[in-house]
């Protein structure tokens, strides 16, 4: 196994098994053929060919086109053609999030392939024998990558919020930390990656975060999510990336890039240049 390998992982999915959906002649997301199938039957909205969905009558104000796509999952999800409602909000945009046409609810952008966007924080210590870092394993109860390893810090990005409303609230959910600590997180720019998933296409954005961290912190999380902590040698973690399964797959990714930044995969490395090129691949 090689960090190629986790960056290929993520960036799996094949363009003929989609179809793009398109407003006003921007691609706002790629459809599965299923899904697809599934829009013929609002035909006063969608105009659906074997090469692209149109949203042709969308309404014309940003609440409208909410509220229109809310009521057709709700009826998908009633229907059992989507499993759940999250209950956060994502923008739906072919750029950045204040870009916005309307939203979607989180757990049904991917059956649209609409553009999702998180956090992710990398924590760390710096100590006598290297950098360490703090890292959670997720909840065994959790709908998505039960049991795996995570970041410190990850969550959605839901509309309403903005980085650093959202980034202090997932700070504090997930390991107990004071606003006045998450704030201290230094933004070190942005992985993205587009993947084929059972839900749907997942063109997904993850704004990254480093935070040092003082010696005696202890993070304890108050949501659910993570049922344990681990403050691991870098160089160990580095190990569990490379050559194993063990982290939820997008959070290799935002380790990948640490390791780059702080040297740790160096210059050197025969894959290096393919490793920082894949880091940021295209959204569809």
Request: glycine share 8%; charged share 25%.
């Amino acid at each position: 196994m090689s960090f190629l390998d986790k960056i290929q992982a993520c960036n799996a999915w094949n363009p003929g098994d989609f179809v793009p959906f398109l407003l006003d002649g921007e691609r706002i997301g790629m459809l599965r053929h299923a899904a697809v199938d599934q829009l013929r039957r609002w035909p006063k909205q969608f105009a659906v060919s074997d090469t692209a969905v149109h949203w042709t009558h969308a309404p014309n104000d940003f609440d409208g086109r909410t509220a229109l796509l809310a009521d057709l999952v709700r009826q998908l999800v009633e229907e059992g053609v989507l499993s759940h409602l999250h209950g956060e909000r994502y923008p739906v945009t072919s750029g950045n999030r204040d870009r916005a046409i309307c939203l979607v609810d989180r757990a049904c952008a991917p059956f649209f392939g609409m553009r999702a966007f998180g956090q992710h924080l990398n924590g760390f210590v710096r100590t006598p024998k290297g950098i360490e870092m703090w890292v959670g394993r997720r909840a065994a109860d959790r709908r998505l990558y039960p049991g795996y390893l995570d970041n410190l810090v990850a969550g959605g990005l839901p509309f309403e919020l903005t980085l650093v409303e959202n980034l202090r609230k997932e700070c504090a959910e997930e390991a107990g930390m004071p606003p006045e600590l998450a704030d201290r997180a230094v933004p070190v720019g942005a992985v993205t990656y587009c993947r084929d998933s059972e839900r749907g296409l997942k063109p997904d954005v993850m704004y990254c975060y480093d935070l040092e961290l003082p010696e005696d912190f202890e993070p304890r999380c108050t949501d659910g999510e993570v049922e344990a902590f681990y403050r691991l040698p870098v160089e160990e973690v580095r190990d569990l990336v490379r050559d194993t399964g063990e982290f939820k797959l997008n959070c290799n990714l935002v380790i990948i890039d640490f390791l780059i930044r702080h040297g740790i995969i160096p210059q050197t490395d025969p894959d290096y240049l393919a490793i920082i090129g894949g880091l940021r691949s295209p959204l569809s």
